[in-house]
Structure formats: structure tokens, C-alpha cells
């Protein structure tokens, strides 16, 4: 009787290992590990190898064992019961063994195309904002002109709490990659399918930057941007807006896609922590 699925998942809990994590270092997408633990696929003898070289169990205690059992119940029911002798590698450990550094350091794809996508979306406000806060200036000095005949500070004020916001999130979006490279030293190719998503990121930046350009080129036809009206300049500066965001937006998701860049930044960044060279470039 088999005991991998069990076997499995219990040698992933010992590990805090996640499917995706264990399938990264496998080499399969994570619905190959859940399907085998779901009992309705079997590893091929390759991959049955390669688990037992990750937890350091034998491969008939992986199959046939319950390793999860107490050693007395195990000899008790006639199961066998392999101990797992290594022990989980360290950063110290894998980056003093540079040829399995890709295996022990290595992020799954999913758990980094999330931070990404997250890193996108607060980029994209980031670029977003000042060129809010412009067209809130203008709309705000038109709406006082109209009702007063005056124009105070709000304006102004307005434009530099939305620029302190983009600044803030730049520096929180630094921050957050420094901390994502600290422990995630490299990620994992994501393997086959990435072609047709990589076209498809692709296709949006080149949207949004015709989107900017076709704004740009307006400006020309718009009545009032020369300065006479501040609804239009409010209206073409929130155009500007919302185009720069989804293109900030499209172009981070596109070069989420590019692993090999990241694993070279992140070496180089790595070095320079280690030496004590300071901020990341």
C-alpha cells in the first residue's frame, strides 16, 4: 500500500514547504504536487528520486513508509519508518554551495509573479499621483475662480500632499523589493506557458504607451490648454494620469517575466550586502 501522498505532505509541514515551493524545486507546476497528493496522478521515478534528495528519506520510506507514525507504532504495525537526517538548508549553507543555490534559494514563480503584480499596482499609483494632484490644482483654481474670484492655496497644497504620497510609495516599493531579494535570492524560469503571458503583458505596455502618445498629441487639438482654461488643463492632466499609471502598471508586469534579470540584480545586490557596499543600484 502507498503512503506517498501522506508521506508528502507531512515532509512538506516538517519543512514549512508549500506545493508551489516543492514544485519549483521539482520542476512541475504546483497541480502536479496537489494532484499527487490528491492521489489522482504518481511522480514519475524521476521525481520520486529528486524528493527523496530534498528530504533526505529512502525511497521505499517515501512510498511504502508512514513517516509520520511514531517509531514504536511503526514497528508495532510492520511499516517502516525512515528518519529524515538532513537538516533544511540555511542562507549561510546554500550560498556556500553556489551549485545548488538555484534549488535552495530559488522562489516559486507564483509567490513571485504576486509580489510583482503588487510592486505594479503600487508603482502605478506612485506614477499616478503627481499628475493627479496636477489636474486637482487646476480644477480646484477653476471651481474658486468661479465662485469667489479668488484663488487661494488649496491648489498648491493639493498637488504637494499627492507628490509626498508618490514619493512614500516609491520608498516603501524599494523597500519592499530590497526585503523580497534578501530572501528570495533567485527565482525559478516559469517554464512553459510563459511565451503566450509574456505577449500578452507585452501587447498591454505597447497600449498604454500609444495611449500616452495619442494624449500627448491631443494637447495640440484641445481648446484651453494654453492656459485660458483650467477644466481642460484639469481634464488633459488627469488624461495623463491615468495613462502614465497603466503604463507604469503594464510595463512592471512585463518585466516580471524576465527571471534572468532578476537572479542577476539580485546576485549583484546580494555581493554588494554582503561586502558591506550598501544600497542596491
Request: glycine content about 6%; charged content about 20%.
Given at each position: 500500500?502507498?503512503?506517498?501522498?501522506?508521506?508528502?505532505q507531512?515532509?512538506r509541514?516538517?519543512?514549512?514547504?508549500s506545493?508551489?515551493?516543492?514544485a519549483?524545486?521539482?520542476?512541475?507546476?504546483?497541480?502536479?504536487v496537489?494532484?499527487?497528493?490528491a492521489?489522482?496522478?504518481y511522480?514519475?521515478?524521476?521525481k520520486l528520486?529528486?524528493?527523496?534528495?530534498i528530504?533526505g528519506c529512502?525511497?521505499?520510506?517515501?512510498v511504502?513508509?508512514d513517516?509520520?507514525?511514531p517509531?514504536?507504532?511503526?514497528?508495532e504495525e510492520?511499516?517502516?519508518?525512515?528518519d529524515?537526517v538532513?537538516?533544511p538548508?540555511?542562507?549561510?549553507?546554500?550560498?556556500?554551495?553556489p551549485?545548488?543555490?538555484?534549488?535552495v534559494?530559488?522562489c516559486?514563480?507564483?509567490?513571485?509573479?504576486?509580489?510583482?503584480?503588487?510592486?505594479a499596482?503600487?508603482l502605478a499609483l506612485?506614477?499616478?499621483?503627481?499628475?493627479?494632484?496636477?489636474?486637482?490644482?487646476?480644477?480646484t483654481?477653476?471651481?474658486q475662480?468661479?465662485l469667489t474670484?479668488?484663488?487661494?492655496q488649496?491648489?498648491p497644497?493639493?498637488?504637494?500632499?499627492?507628490?509626498?504620497?508618490?514619493?512614500?510609495?516609491?520608498?516603501?516599493?524599494h523597500r519592499?523589493?530590497?526585503?523580497?531579494i534578501t530572501?528570495?535570492e533567485?527565482v525559478?524560469?516559469?517554464g512553459?506557458?510563459a511565451?503566450?503571458v509574456?505577449?500578452?503583458?507585452k501587447?498591454?505596455v505597447?497600449?498604454?504607451?500609444s495611449?500616452?502618445v495619442?494624449?500627448a498629441?491631443?494637447?495640440?487639438l484641445?481648446?484651453?490648454l494654453?492656459g485660458r482654461?483650467?477644466?481642460?488643463?484639469?481634464a488633459?492632466?488627469?488624461a495623463?494620469a491615468?495613462?502614465?499609471?497603466?503604463?507604469?502598471?503594464?510595463w512592471?508586469?512585463?518585466?516580471?517575466?524576465?527571471t534572468?534579470?532578476?537572479?542577476k540584480?539580485?546576485?549583484?545586490f546580494?555581493?554588494?550586502k554582503?561586502?558591506?557596499?550598501?544600497?542596491?543600484?
Amino acid at each position: 500500500m502507498s503512503h506517498l501522498r501522506e508521506n508528502l505532505q507531512y515532509l512538506r509541514a516538517q519543512r514549512g514547504m508549500s506545493q508551489a515551493q516543492l514544485a519549483a524545486r521539482l520542476d512541475v507546476s504546483r497541480q502536479s504536487v496537489a494532484k499527487w497528493e490528491a492521489e489522482k496522478s504518481y511522480p514519475e521515478m524521476e521525481k520520486l528520486i529528486k524528493i527523496c534528495e530534498i528530504f533526505g528519506c529512502s525511497m521505499d520510506g517515501l512510498v511504502r513508509g508512514d513517516l509520520a507514525a511514531p517509531m514504536s507504532d511503526a514497528v508495532e504495525e510492520g511499516t517502516e519508518r525512515v528518519d529524515i537526517v538532513s537538516e533544511p538548508p540555511t542562507l549561510e549553507t546554500s550560498r556556500s554551495k553556489p551549485e545548488t543555490t538555484a534549488l535552495v534559494e530559488g522562489c516559486a514563480w507564483a509567490d513571485y509573479d504576486t509580489f510583482m503584480m503588487a510592486r505594479a499596482r503600487t508603482l502605478a499609483l506612485a506614477a499616478f499621483l503627481p499628475a493627479i494632484g496636477f489636474s486637482a490644482e487646476f480644477f480646484t483654481e477653476a471651481v474658486q475662480a468661479d465662485l469667489t474670484g479668488e484663488i487661494n492655496q488649496l491648489g498648491p497644497i493639493l498637488l504637494t500632499v499627492c507628490i509626498a504620497f508618490s514619493v512614500a510609495l516609491g520608498v516603501a516599493a524599494h523597500r519592499a523589493r530590497t526585503a523580497f531579494i534578501t530572501n528570495n535570492e533567485s527565482v525559478v524560469d516559469p517554464g512553459c506557458g510563459a511565451e503566450a503571458v509574456c505577449g500578452q503583458r507585452k501587447r498591454s505596455v505597447y497600449l498604454s504607451l500609444s495611449l500616452v502618445v495619442a494624449i500627448a498629441l491631443a494637447s495640440s487639438l484641445i481648446p484651453g490648454l494654453d492656459g485660458r482654461s483650467a477644466y481642460a488643463s484639469a481634464a488633459y492632466w488627469l488624461a495623463i494620469a491615468i495613462a502614465t499609471g497603466l503604463t507604469v502598471n503594464s510595463w512592471v508586469r512585463a518585466s516580471a517575466l524576465d527571471t534572468d534579470r532578476y537572479n542577476k540584480a539580485a546576485k549583484r545586490f546580494l555581493a554588494k550586502k554582503d561586502s558591506g557596499g550598501g544600497r542596491e543600484t
